[in-house]
């Protein structure tokens, strides 16, 4: 799944190509992905691209448009959920594309020939396009917590946040409403840095470890962007991976103390730790597993 590093190198390699351009037109392909109908796509023909935002994991493209004679901002909002992505081209092809079993979601096209496909693989499809008038108007977007990159998400703001919570410390770190933009790959990233178990409960956590895991934040999804900046859109999965220490690597070694990393599976997701680094040496009991052994 895409998340805060990758959607803002999404964002400003958009930025770069896309403002400034003229909207041709925009083709809903999959049934599923458009979740709005007014203001309808076609307000976008002719509208121009002034900027690309990104709000949490969500893109937002506004577009200047002069329908009924009066200029007005839409905004075409993407959230890539689990399996979808953007592709940028040149050059679109020239037919217009096909509903069908295909990855194609979505085809915006602009006056200069070139535009982007927004793709999801796999068969839940879960990739969303609104667009709207006001970003608000999206309940995903109205509900998103502070963004964790922001200048003013400081220690004393995390720490506020974290407060009143009750939970696992990776299930708060993963809620949107509560800070916008992490996901299951980061999250096992910053505990890993942090040196917590994802198992801990949020209101045990010391004062020292609070600081320790606000720094964790800061420091691994300013690192991820740093990497992941001025890369082509189709390049940008592959250094995300790269750039992984514990997450998708079942298995392998910790880069840090050289333990094996383990894994604890969900019934739709799993996470990976490293148990010395973060468990004092004690690998946590995997459900999933312990099920099937029973």
């Known amino acids: 799944m895409p998340e805060l590093p990758e959607v803002e190198a999404l964002r400003e390699f958009l930025d770069e190509r896309l403002v400034g351009e003229d909207f041709a037109r925009v083709t809903p392909v999959a049934i599923s992905v458009l979740k709005t109908y007014d203001p309808p796509l076609s307000a976008l023909e002719g509208a121009r691209a002034t900027a690309v935002a990104r709000h949490g994991k969500w893109l937002d493209i506004t577009a200047d448009s002069a329908a009924g004679g009066t200029e007005r901002a839409l905004h075409l909002l993407v959230h890539l959920a689990r399996a979808g992505w953007l592709q940028w081209k040149d050059e679109l092809p020239a037919a217009p594309p096909r509903p069908g079993k295909g990855p194609l979601a979505l085809r915006a096209a602009l006056a200069s020939g070139a535009g982007f496909d927004l793709t999801e693989a796999g ?18 977007i109205a509900r998103l917590g502070p963004d964790p990159l922001a200048a003013d998400f400081d220690r004393a703001a995390f720490a506020t946040l974290m407060a009143g919570e009750r939970r696992q410390v990776k299930g708060a770190l993963r809620d949107q409403s509560l800070i916008a933009g992490i996901g299951n790959a980061y999250s096992d990233e910053i505990l890993h840095a942090a040196k917590l178990s994802p198992f801990k409960p949020v209101q045990n956590l010391t004062e020292q470890e609070t600081s320790t895991l606000y720094a964790a934040l800061r420091s691994t999804l300013r690192e991820a962007v740093e990497r992941s900046r001025g890369l082509a859109a189709g390049r940008l999965k592959a250094e995300k991976k790269s750039g992984l220490r514990v997450h998708g690597r079942t298995g392998r070694p910790c880069p840090v103390c050289g333990d094996t990393i383990r894994e604890v599976s969900f019934s739709d997701s799993s996470l990976q730790y490293c148990p010395t680094c973060q468990t004092g040496g004690r690998p946590l009991a995997d459900r999933r597993l312990s099920r099937l052994l029973k």
């Open 123 to 140: 068969t839940a499809k879960r990739l969303s396009v609104h667009l709207v008038r006001d970003p608000s108007d999206v309940p995903g």
